[in-house]
């Protein structure tokens, strides 16, 4: 499948309000739930044999808030990339059809 104008031009407005995000937040606090569910399958890629065989350890029944701060360069790289595709859609020709 090719690619067209209005779908670069799409993936590139996404990435750009992506990194712009992640250049304004210094970190995210997760939820519980989604500390537990990252907590589960920490356990289960560590010890692959045993996830099959159910015997994992189990979790505490309260985790500490999972906080996620993502690298200062992450941000820059998706403004760029998306910067790239922008220009890249309006060099293209208009979508037949």
Request: with cysteine; hydrophobic share 55%; charged share 10%.
């Amino acid at each position: 499948m090719e690619l067209n104008r209005n779908q670069f031009l799409f993936i590139a407005i996404f990435l750009a309000l992506l990194g712009m995000q992640l250049r304004m937040v210094s970190s995210y606090v997760l939820t519980s739930e989604a500390t537990r569910f990252l907590a589960e399958r920490a356990l289960a890629s560590a010890d692959p044999v045993g996830a099959l065989a159910g015997t994992t350890p189990a979790l505490p029944a309260t985790l500490p808030a999972k906080v996620v701060s993502p690298p200062d360069w992450l941000g820059w790289c998706l403004l760029s990339i998306g910067a790239v595709l922008f220009f890249h859609s309006l060099t293209m020709g208009k979508p037949s059809g």
